[in-house]
């Protein structure tokens, strides 16, 4: 077995390598004047150089120079600089041992530091147990033990000692961790425990793969096993709080483990950490399962009524013929009543000898029938599917204990009642039950017949408890997500803190009074302004017709020297299998090596297999075709690859790995400087299980699928990306990628379409300090929100729609700033924010300040987006990167007809990250070729200025072979480092 280590190679390197970076030479190695006296004392220049530098290594990083060895060329130029001596004499340095360690001797004395004891040594374990107690990570962990010695002015061990420390701690954080997991749970309770990985013959497997082997597509069935597991899990009597026993770090590092590991291999796990795996599962799994529940409750409900209005549109349409019969004959009615009003004839006779009386009198029944069925409301028509809700109401309303905000809510006595009736098997409801909750018209129509109809008081009560979780109004014990919104956010006693220490951090001044004024004052002298040149026909591309201002579009400004340039250099690239490609991406870049194990934080040892796994979730073909398709891969390496050491914290680390490169390399300047970027959706059809769990967009059709949701820098450069239902406006996932990735990139402007725009969103861009720049759709038809009377604006009169509510921006300025410090810590996600507001809106005055604060910044984008040229190109250009980027993830994405066929959100964004990751490997690796190309056509001569080149994208694919036997062991002969490049010479000589 391989020895096991604390630290990767790159992160010794930063701890315990000398430094020779500017920064650090003067940050650590610059001499005071009392270290050039001591140094001066030493007779030959090279011991005055050797004590300098002996003296610069005690400070840092705190240890002696070695014997024989030599410093970085830079720190000794550094030093012999500031004391007079030519670093060549290094050289001479030390010959004799006695000299170094003569002088060691001396700086312990005037550093005033000493030689590590057992003592020391004891205080920086207790220091390094502390730092394991909340991360596994090794870097932290080495760094509070350097800290502790140097906190004690102690000399630095070696590095493997510092290493072994580092272990020792971590495995005494593990077993604390697990101790105090364990510490109240039973001899009885232990054994259930170990049964659960014990194979059950009632079901066909482990207990323990049961539970975590949830359904996930919305079924009555499902949601019902749903309520099975977690009743399941109560009676195991686990309780939840034990999790605050353990810091955060270690527990969610538990967790990890837990969800890597299969029941076979945590039994043979030592009796703690098996017991303690499981007692972090079963807390973990209540959580989870309790939101998956309410969430497929949400959707089942929002099911029954999206199928009764379909079947409503049906039975319209399958009455179109009889409607139009209908339609004729009260056609041939008006006519024969006209006729006779203009003769002055009889109504009566008139209508009975063109139409007949009756005819008339036998539509009647049919149109009656017409009207009604035309009418009925949408919970009439849930109710035919009442069969289908009584299959799980009765298990979800038994199985969670339900709160609300308000005080004795009629809901909740609504839901005890339902509650009490499943539990007694009642069918029929008594004359008086709880109706407060109820609109007017679904009062009448439950007590049309004088007696409650259960059916419809079951289904409308249950339609607004959805509604209620959704707006987390009503919320469930045990919840992760479905909690008060209060509860995700930064506390409100750290929040005032921050206020009172102006560190909030936020793009907007604390003083709402103040913000509002400064605001207001732009806002009119920029309406004014707009106004004025809207008059004159001073806007460029912008043109008011009768009131009513209209955008030019804009055209194509990508010269055809461009595109020429473009077709020259993709027929320059060398030919390459992807393969090779990701191999030399991650020779670059070390990419592969971030997918370190679940335990041990150890890279993989075979990088072959956790390549082939990448492209397996990249390509869309998963991980057992990859291996049937691979040469020198098998199924069990992939597998045991992606189960220990692919995870989405590992492949956001490998994105960022290869984004920071694409990022630094010369030329992605030339596209842009990191600071703009796009987001996007793009849809992928479901088939086969997925598309049970899929939801139907009608705009992309009948089918169901999955949306992967991107952000891509102006440098083309991927930043994250996320699964999404294709029902889900974009607009709440927007904020998500720009605050939730690990790259270097700092976005400052967003662009996107429409699609990605809302008010909430707009009014959180500038709390967040952050530039929201949205194409918008149908642009003349949206309204200016102004703090002035319409009548200022006289030229915008069309255009100025209701006006901004101050009050209630001042009621919850200090909560909406609450909102923005939340987000920019990541206490919570922008999703839940947004997601909350889209369905409290109606009820939550704080989500409609948030509206207000957003009418502001649209208003004042909608004035710069018609007054700016500049703005419309630029945001034109960014989107138009999205979309061109999304053409090479088709491309990539091409096993299984491009459709995707896994049923769980996990394994989703699997695939959604993995394709990321290879299209993030293909655009650096052309960018690297793409630089070398330009660089050999200027060396011939040409004149390729930067202007043209920035419209040549790196999002080629013809030169790469998808397709195919994937080999990992072909090796290719680069003398110069790098592939030769595809030139018309060496096409004349193949020829």
Known sequence: MAKRKLLKAQDRQTLFDIPADEDSLMRYYCLSPTDRLEIMVRRREHNRLGFAVQLCLMRHPGRPLLANERPPQAMLHYIAEQIGANPASFDFYAHREETRMNHVAHLLGYLEMRSATAEDRRAALLSAIDAASTTDKGMPIANSVIAAFRERRVLLPVPNAIERMGLAARAIARRRAETGLLSDVGPEKLKILDGLLEVDTAIGHTRFHWLKATPEAPGAMNLVGLTERIAFLRALGIDPRLQARIPSGRWDQIVREGDATPAWLASDFNANRRR???????????????????????????????????????????????????????????????????????????????????????????????????????????????????????????????????????????????????ADGRRVLPDRVPVAHLTKSERELIFESGKPDRALYEIATLALLRDRLRSRDVWIDGSHSFRPIDEHLVSQPAFIALKQEEKLGLGVQSDGVAWLAEVRETMDFNLKQFARRARYGKLDGVRLEAGTLIVTPHASDIPATAKDLKAEISEMYPLIEVPDLLREVHEWTGFADQFTHVRTGDAPQNIAAMLAGVLADGTNLGPKRMAGASKGISAHQIGWMRSFHARSET?????????????????????????????????????????????????????????????????????????????????????????????????????????????????????????????????????????????????????????????????????????????????????????????????????????????????????????????????????????????????????????????????????????????????????????????????????????????????????????????????????????????????????
């Open 276 to 422: 303690a795996t499981i007692v972090a599962q079963i807390i973990k799994l209540g959580q989870k399962l309790t939101d998956d529940a309410v969430t497929m409750f949400i959707k089942l409900m929002g099911r029954l009524f999206s199928q009764a209005n379909n079947r409503k549109k049906q039975r319209h349409m399958s009455s179109r013929p009889e409607t139009s019969k209908v339609l004729r004959l009260f056609l041939d009615t008006i006519v024969a009543l006209q006729a006779a009003n203009d003769n002055d004839a009889d109504p009566m006779t008139m209508l009975e000898r063109r139409v007949g009386w009756h005819r008339l009198l036998q539509i009647k029944p049919g149109l009656e029938a017409m009207v009604e069925t035309n009418e009925e409301p949408a919970l009439v028509m849930a109710r035919e599917q009442h069969a289908t809700v009584r299959k799980y109401a009765g298990h979800f309303l038994q199985t969670f204990t339900f709160h609300s905000r308000r005080r004795h809510d009629p809901m909740l006595a609504a839901v005890a009642t339902l509650r009490a009736f499943y």
């Open 651 to 991: 492949y956001r680390l490998a994105q960022a790995c290869v984004t920071d490169a694409h990022t630094r390399h010369p030329h992605s300047q030339i596209w842009g400087n990191g600071t703009t970027a796009s987001s996007d959706g793009q849809f992928f059809r479901a088939s086969d299980r997925a598309a049970r769990r899929g939801d139907i967009n009608l705009h992309y059709g009948n089918e169901p699928g999955v949306k992967f949701y991107s952000g891509l820098s102006d440098q083309y450069g991927y930043y994250s990306i996320l699964p999404i239902s294709p029902t889900e406006s974009e607009a709440v996932y927007v904020l998500d990628g720009l605050f939730d990735h690990d790259t270097i990139l700092d976005i400052e402007e967003l662009f996107t379409d429409t699609g990605g725009a809302s008010d909430q969103l707009f009014g959180l861009f500038p709390i967040v300090n952050r530039r929201f720049s949205p194409r918008l759709r149908n642009l003349k038809d949206r309204k200016f929100h102004t703090f002035e009377k319409a009548d200022s604006y006289p030229v915008l009169a069309k255009h100025i729609g209701a006006p901004i509510n101050t009050d209630l921006i001042l009621e919850h300025w200090d909560n909406l700033l609450r909102l923005g410090v939340s987000i920019a810590t990541r206490t919570v996600a922008p999703s839940t924010i947004l997601k909350w507001c889209s369905t409290s809106s109606k009820s939550s005055d704080l989500a409609k300040a948030l509206r207000e604060v957003g009418r502001i910044e649209r208003t004042l984008f909608m004035i710069e987006w018609y007054s700016s040229p500049a703005l419309r190109r630029r945001c034109q250009a960014g989107l138009n990167k999205g979309e061109a980027a999304h053409k090479l993830k088709r491309a990539v994405f091409f096993h299984e007809r491009g459709e995707i066929r896994d049923r769980s959100f996990d394994s989703q964004a699997f695939r959604a990250s993995g394709l990321n990751l290879v299209v993030s490997a293909i655009v650096h690796w052309n960018t690297v070729y793409l630089s070398r190309a330009v660089a050999h056509l200027r060396q011939q001569g040409r004149n390729i200025p930067d202007d043209i080149l920035k419209h040549v994208s790196p999002l080629s694919w013809e030169h790469i072979n998808l397709t195919g036997i994937y080999s990992w062991d072909a090796e290719q002969q680069m003398p110069e480092g790098f592939r030769p490049l595809r030139t018309p010479g060496k096409f004349l000589m193949a020829a």
